[in-house]
């Protein structure tokens, strides 16, 4: 607001000083009235009417002052007050557009959060955080995902990444989420429960048509914390693995087997006979970090990809998920300079220590 009083004044303070001081027929009009167009461009209604009814008084001073005749003074006056109809008529046009993407973007982040609303702070044995950044700010539509879940076999929690974006990103979203919580109750196994995810992917896609179903998936990572929090189990279906935290260490959780994203129609790629399900180990106080490509595809300006392992902000004891997920949020953007590539979204669950007993 203060950058734009400071146009207009300096463009009417300096049409009045040319008009004063410049010989005959050289006039500061055209700059005079470049302000009631900078103001209708640049400030409220309000003050953009108050800023052509001045220049519109300024102009006929000046044509008295230099003892101009009646009809120059009606030209210069009729150019003006034109200008300013014209930049109220821009400021008009301006704050209509304006609300209209107001409108947008609070309709596009209820459905964001309609089909992606914020996981539980607490499930089972497990506190939990989230946090998702678009990489751009009017974007908040996106096709990252993930959900929290406590089922009768533990807690189970996936984190993907639709193919493509818009609209049709969030339909596949609410797909892949809405299939996760139905199969999630149900599934015996973790391995079933990324089979049926990947069947009810493959069914929208073929859905869509040749083109998007040969082109359409989604890379996903399943995790199951057992009932008494002990046992972590992962399948990954073609996206980053996740990141142990324990006692200042951080290690990445690679799969031993690698497998096709969901929506491909293809199942898993486990040899006969062997699960495609790594089980480790989730000692207490130890947090798990789920993250999406926007955070591993992050690049600063010479287009080096960002690594946690090798990041000393990450590599420390974290007591709460918040604090890890605000940490790694923080160390990406000091990365990418604030200029991310692609939307980021982090999960992160820490298993609380058990109360202590005399």
């Known amino acids: 607001m203060k950058a734009s009083w400071t146009l207009v004044a300096l463009a009417l303070v300096t049409g ?21 167009l900078i103001a209708g461009a640049m400030l409220p209604f309000r003050c953009a009417v108050a800023v052509v009814g001045l220049t519109c008084g300024v102009s006929v001073g000046l044509d008295i002052e230099r003892q101009r005749p009646a009809t120059p003074l009606l030209v210069d006056l009729a150019v003006v007050g034109l200008i300013g109809v014209l930049g109220l008529a821009i400021n008009g046009l301006l704050t209509r557009q304006g609300r209209d993407l107001a409108l947008t973007r609070d309709l596009a982040e209820a459905v964001q959060l309609a089909v992606l609303p914020d996981p539980p702070r607490r499930a089972g044995p497990l506190a939990v955080a989230a946090g998702y950044t678009a990489a751009q700010a009017e974007a908040r539509i996106g096709g990252d995902l993930y959900a929290v879940q406590e089922t009768p076999f533990g807690v189970r929690m996936i984190i993907g990444d639709v193919r493509g974006k818009g609209i049709q990103a969030v339909a596949a979203v609410s797909v892949a989420i809405g299939a ?26 073929a859905r869509s048509g040749p083109i998007a179903s040969t082109e359409g998936f ?26 142990l935290v324990h006692d200042g260490r951080l290690v990445r959780l690679d799969p031993a087997v690698p497998q096709l994203p969901l929506g491909m129609g293809l199942n898993d790629l486990a040899p006969p006979g062997r699960e495609p399900v790594d089980v480790v180990r989730l000692p207490p106080g130890a947090s798990l970090i789920l993250v999406t490509d926007g955070v591993t595809e992050a690049r600063d300006k010479q287009g080096t990809f960002y690594d946690p392992l090798r990041s000393r902000r990450m590599s420390r004891r974290f007591l709460h998920p918040d604090v890890l997920v605000d940490t790694l949020t923080r160390d990406v953007g000091r990365w990418t300079g604030g200029r991310g590539q692609d939307d980021m979204a982090i999960l992160a669950l820490t298993r609380c220590r058990p109360p202590h007993t005399a």
């Open 218 to 243: 989604t890379t996903a990572l399943l995790a199951e914390v057992s009932v008494d929090g002990e046992v972590l189990s992962l399948v990954n279906r073609g996206h980053p693995p996740p990141y």
């Open 180 to 205: 996760f919580r139905q199969e999630a109750e149900y599934a015996p196994t973790l391995a079933t429960l990324a089979q049926r995810l990947d069947e009810a992917m493959a069914r929208m896609a």
């Open 16 to 36: 009045v000083l040319l008009d004063l001081l410049a010989p005959e027929p050289y006039t500061g009009l055209p700059l005079l009235a470049a302000g009631p």
